[in-house]
């Protein structure tokens, strides 16, 4: 079977502090700030949806229950 060799690489004297990195345009984050405050904003509309349709749901289970037992 043949031997694999994987490379290695030594990092010990990376400094990332000397790293430069290109400065991300102001409209990109603005754009995706705006994005995950929309996308957590339907994240909310739907747990409220999912709560008001589970409570419509005992009240109308409660009902069937409730005129099952009387009889």
Not at 33 to 45: E, H, K, M, S, T
Request: aromatic letters at 8%; one cysteine or more.
């Amino acid at each position: 079977m043949a031997c694999i060799a994987f490379p290695s690489f030594d990092l010990s004297a990376l400094d990332v502090r000397q790293l430069e990195f290109p400065l991300v345009d102001d409209k990109v984050v603005a754009l995706t700030r705006d994005a995950a405050y929309v996308a957590i904003g339907f994240g909310v509309l739907a747990f409220q949806q999912a709560q008001v349709r589970r409570r419509e749901l005992e009240k109308v289970v409660s009902g069937i229950v409730r005129s099952l037992t009387s009889h």
